[in-house]
């Protein structure tokens, strides 16, 4: 029999809330209408020099926290496949709360003139530098827990169509970010918030995977007596 409670519940509000926080960016156009949504990185919004650079950055932090104690709780009790997804998105927590905490950007380059240069010239913050890092690990993290989703998801329907969809979204949006970077032209804003769109499409995932009941072929078995 199908059980609702606390434990099914939980994993759909706390991923739902974690992908709201993570999607703080959205208010970038009221508060911060400097920051291009084209033109400019979402993470510029949370740069230490900005206006209402703390609600940004305390988004990240608490959607990150969220994430990482979600993503610990449920790596110990699942296994497998779903285990391997939860551990993805504790280390997506982990990079994303350092986003907006201890690697948060000095300043926007694509706004401030002064700024880049600086950045060209490596004399900004050592925060300022590992940004890109944590940032990089934070997409690798939800990225290799996506791609463990899909695998646990297998054969379940409407969640693995969802899964496949998040997954195009996430591709389209990664690839057109660092192609961007690689060859920077005027579009960079946009694909990156894509990137962020497939992330917030694959916490709600994540969400509602949770909570729903084991398949039986989490991964190959033969038999059963597994639960």
């Given amino acids: 029999m199908t059980r609702v409670g606390p434990a099914r519940v939980l994993p759909v509000v706390t991923l739902g809330l974690t992908a709201l926080l993570y999607s703080s960016w ?12 084209v033109d400019g990185y ?12 703390l609600v940004f950055g305390l988004g990240d932090l608490v959607a990150g926290t969220v994430a990482s104690a979600v993503g610990l709780v449920l790596a110990r009790r699942d296994r497998r496949w779903w285990r391997r997804a939860w551990w993805g998105l504790l280390v997506f927590g982990v990079a994303t709360a350092m986003d ?4 948060a950007m000095d300043c926007a380059p694509s706004a401030e003139a002064r700024c880049a240069r600086l ?11 590992w940004h890109s890092l944590s940032s990089s690990v934070a997409i690798a993290g939800g990225l290799l827990s996506l791609l ?3 695998v646990a998801l297998r054969g379940a329907g409407a969640s693995f169509r969802w899964g496949l969809l998040v997954a195009a979204v996430l591709a389209v949006g990664t690839a057109g970010t660092l192609v961007e970077v690689w060859h920077p032209g005027a579009a960079l804003g946009a694909w990156q918030r894509v990137q962020l769109v497939g992330l917030a499409g694959w916490l709600l995932l994540a969400g509602v995977a949770a909570s729903r009941e084991r398949p039986v ?3 190959p078995s033969r038999g059963s007596g597994n639960r």
């Fill in 26 to 37: 959205l208010l970038g156009p009221l508060l911060n209408p400097a920051i291009g949504l």
């Fill in 42 to 53: 979402a993470s510029e919004l949370a740069a230490r020099d900005q206006p209402y650079h």
């Fill in 100 to 103: 907006g905490t201890v690697s």
């Fill in 119 to 129: 950045e060209e010239l490596g004399e900004l913050s050592w925060r300022h530098e």
């Fill in 148 to 150: 463990a989703l899909l």
């Fill in 217 to 219: 072929a989490d991964g």
